[in-house]
């Protein structure tokens, strides 16, 4: 449940499914986004769990499909929560790019952008049976979801 270290090719592949967008989004941010108001304590959680959630995701090997039997459906139920994320982002960037375009629930989910990642990472440790990225999700999802819920109320 620790991790066996070691570089993992599914964790690169999901950062990269999460940050390639959000350097597209900070390049144009929606018309009307602020974020000077955030929430100091949601922010620093965000923070810190970005970067536990990196190191987790690479330094464990544990996420790379070793055999196909019946645990690996964790593994497909968390891929499937980052390919909605995905989705998310072509739904944005195919919208006018307002903030209420950047907080509309996807399938009944509120704040996709902010809950999709979160599972999948959390999805993905209990699959890799790595404690540590299980974790790391929750101190990342305190923060990312508590600011993404603070400024969807805001726009």
């Known amino acids: 449940m620790l991790g066996h270290f070691g570089f993992s090719y599914v964790g690169l592949i999901y950062l990269l499914m999460l940050i390639v967008p959000n350097i597209i989004w900070a390049l144009s941010k929606p018309a009307g986004f602020v974020s000077a108001n955030e929430n100091k304590i949601f ?7 970005q970067v536990l959630c990196t190191v987790a995701l690479l330094v464990f090997s544990d996420y790379n499909p070793k055999e196909i039997n019946a645990w690996i459906t964790w593994l497909i139920v968390s891929f499937a929560f980052m390919v909605l994320y995905e989705i998310f982002w ?7 790019r307002t903030v209420a375009d950047f907080y509309k629930s996807l399938l009944c989910i509120p704040v996709p952008g902010a809950v999709l ?3 999948a990472f959390l999805l993905l440790g209990v699959y890799g049976k790595v404690i540590w990225l299980v974790i790391s999700s ?13 400024n969807s109320k805001q726009k």
Not at 43 to 49: H, Q, S, T, V, Y
Not at 138 to 150: E, L, R
């Open 43 to 49: 922010l620093a959680f965000e923070r810190i769990g």
């Open 90 to 96: 072509v739904r944005y960037f195919r919208s006018s």
């Open 117 to 119: 990642p979160v599972i």
């Open 138 to 150: 929750i101190v990342f999802g305190i923060g990312h979801i508590g600011i993404h819920i603070n």
